[in-house]
Structures are given as structure tokens and as C-alpha cells.
């Protein structure tokens, strides 16, 4: 069954900090995965997207990984700020005809003062 | 602005009855897709369009919903004899290669 589980459900951190968020994923088959975040009430924005071949992208304070081996990746979010605080979705495409996304339920982080 | 818009943005509809959201991709976007977001929820497809065809329907889009895009331009999403739940956000997106671009969402609250 395709299916992207995400890690922690939940995430409350300092501003300043950095963090890391995990996304497993099995799908296949693989042809990309993105990260993309989400502001409450507000449409998913792209932040990263990795083939395959691709196992690093940085998008500014983000970057992510991504190991197709073990079909992991994560979001390292370095000097976090009070406006990173949203939803951040792991989301995998299928290789198919077209873009089939299989989105995974996000992590939703809190940046405190 | 040149980014995917869809209208409404909220809608407060009372059960029973019949609502349309409205979906205008990215110009040069071939692709449209409609997704359904509740609270706490990553989106949940509902249903694909390449150009003016439908492709492919998720079985979460029951008898009550229809979509179109009849000259593969804009989009349509109508949900009949509204149900709670039924309530959630109705996202639509478009791609033309890999990369899918958001709307900012269409907001259902059914009383």
C-alpha cells in the first residue's frame, strides 16, 4: 500500500533552535518527493522537491534529505523563526501517467519566544 | 496574480443545500487537481483533469459531488444536499510538468 508517515505529529521549539522533521514513505514507484508547508487556513507552498538521484536540497534555513534506500527524508530547519510555525507536508509522487501525489498527514510546528 | 485563485474563499451553507467552488489554474497549466482537507489532515484527493478530461475520481467523491472543467481552463466543484461532513477545506491545485501549485483553499462550514 503507498503510504508517507510523518514524525513527529507535533513539534514545539524555541525560536532560534533548529529542528528536524522525518517523513518514511513506501511508494512506488518513486519518482519525487517534496516538502511543502502550510500556514494555517492557507494553501501547501513548496519548499524542496528531491529525485531519485538527489539525496540534498537547501531552500534557504531548510534543507532536506532524502535516502531512497531506506525511503526516509527529512526537513532540518536551521535558526528557526516565529514564522516558521506551520505544517510542514511530506509529499511522494507515484511515476505514472501523471502527477500522483500521495500526501503524508504533516508535522505541525510551534516557534515560541 | 498569476498564481492558482479559488473562489469562495469561505462558504456557510446550511445542510441540504447545493454549493460550487471555483477553481482558475496557473494559464499554461494543463493539469488540475482537487484535493479535500479537514483539520489536522494532510489533503485527500478527490479528483483529476488533464486539459478538459476527468481522469481519475477518488471514491472519497461520492454521488453528491461533481467536477468540470469544461473548456480546460477553470474548474468547478459542486457538492449536493450538503452533509457535515462534508465540512473541510477544498484545495485545488495545478501542475504543467512536476511541481503542483497550491490554491489558498475554499473553506465549507456546514450548519
Known amino acids: 500500500k503507498n503510504q508517507v508517515e510523518q514524525s513527529p505529529q507535533s513539534l514545539i521549539i524555541l525560536e532560534g533552535k533548529n529542528c528536524t522533521l522525518q517523513c518514511n514513505y513506501t511508494v512506488s514507484p518513486f519518482s519525487n518527493l517534496r516538502w511543502y508547508k502550510q500556514d494555517t487556513g492557507r494553501g501547501p507552498v513548496s519548499l524542496t522537491i528531491?529525485?531519485?538521484?538527489?539525496n540534498t536540497k537547501s531552500n534557504g534555513r531548510y534543507t532536506a534529505t532524502l535516502d531512497a534506500d531506506t525511503k526516509q527524508s527529512s526537513l532540518h530547519i536551521t535558526a528557526s523563526q516565529l514564522s516558521d510555525s506551520a505544517s510542514y507536508i511530506c509529499v511522494v509522487s507515484l511515476k505514472t501517467s501523471y502527477d500522483k501525489v500521495i500526501f503524508g498527514p504533516g508535522t505541525s510546528l510551534s516557534v515560541i519566544p | 496574480d498569476t498564481g492558482v485563485s479559488q473562489d469562495p474563499r469561505h462558504k456557510i451553507t446550511k445542510r441540504g443545500q447545493n454549493v460550487t467552488f471555483r477553481c482558475d489554474p496557473i494559464?499554461?497549466?494543463?493539469?488540475l487537481y482537487w484535493y479535500r482537507q479537514t483539520l489536522g489532515q494532510g489533503p485527500e484527493f478527490l479528483t483529476y483533469f488533464q486539459n478538459e478530461a476527468q481522469l481519475e475520481k477518488s471514491r472519497l467523491l461520492s454521488d453528491r459531488f461533481s467536477a468540470e472543467r469544461p473548456k480546460g481552463s477553470f474548474s468547478t466543484l459542486e457538492i449536493q444536499r450538503t452533509e457535515q461532513g462534508d465540512s473541510a477545506m477544498y484545495l485545488c491545485?495545478?501542475?504543467?510538468?512536476?511541481?503542483?501549485?497550491f490554491g489558498e483553499g475554499s473553506w465549507l462550514t456546514v450548519v
Open positions: 494559464s499554461e497549466h494543463n493539469r
Open positions: 491545485a495545478s501542475s504543467l510538468k512536476v511541481s503542483l501549485y
Open positions: 528531491m529525485t531519485f538521484s538527489e
